[in-house]
Nanobody, 130 residues
């Protein structure tokens, strides 16, 4: 599976952006997809994940209510809609996939661990100015 992330850019605090992650291959619907981010000098951190069918989602606490992850399996695409952006959201955002399904998974926090993911896309830079 090859992943291509896009949609990053420069936005003022309080603004919005929508990121896209497009996957190659016919097995896209077999994967849970997640977004991670990495700010300069910081560790990579989990942002959000969505189950194979799109029926279940999981967010890190600091983006809950501001970010929405969704997917369109017919288009092999996952989206991350980001609103009310803050300067601390500035980072390179990357998408990743894992064959483990988020739906009914326990414990769910395993999806925060980047080492479980099988494939990664290149990142797209989001810069939020104050």
């Amino acid at each position: 599976v090859q992943l291509q992330a896009s949609g990053g850019g420069l936005v003022q605090a309080g603004g919005s952006l929508r990121l896209s992650c497009v996957a190659s291959g016919r097995t896209f619907r077999s994967y849970t997809v997640a977004w991670f981010r990495q700010a300069p000098g910081a560790k990579r951190e989990f942002v959000a994940a969505i189950s194979r069918s799109g029926g279940d989602t999981y967010y890190m606490d600091s983006v809950e209510g501001r970010f929405t992850i969704s997917r369109d399996n017919a288009k092999n695409t996952v989206y991350l809609q980001m609103i009310s952006l803050k300067p601390e959201d500035t980072a390179v955002y990357s998408c990743a996939v894992v064959q483990l399904d988020l739906l009914d998974a326990s414990p769910r926090n395993i999806f925060q661990n980047p080492t479980i993911y099988n494939y990664w896309g290149q990142g797209t830079l989001v810069t939020v100015s104050s």
